[in-house]
């Protein structure tokens, strides 16, 4: 039981980091910086073993880099939206 509460923990941990950055970068960073930061938090997820950075970056990254490609941008709020309910939900 301990490890399925773990794992629906760093769910929706994920969850919400991919949220924020998706709203963050949606909104708050200009198109061509959003890119860039997204190839940083990829190197950085890499690197995800060191305290300060995460494995949890690599989503995130790959998450931004796909809002300045049109035809995914709807693709993934949609993904996100539907991940959303279905955690709230308890699947």
Do not use: H, Q
């Amino acid at each position: 039981m301990d490890r399925i509460s773990r794992r629906l923990r760093w769910f929706g941990f994920i969850l919400k980091m991919l949220r924020n950055a998706n709203y963050c970068g949606s909104r708050k960073v200009l198109p061509g910086l959003r890119t860039i930061f997204g190839l940083l938090f990829v190197i950085g997820g890499i690197f995800g073993f060191l305290p300060i950075l995460g494995f949890w970056m690599i989503p995130v990254g790959f998450l931004l880099i796909s809002l300045d490609v049109p035809f995914s941008r709807k693709l993934v709020r949609t993904w996100l939206y539907r991940r959303k309910r279905e955690f709230a939900r308890g699947k």
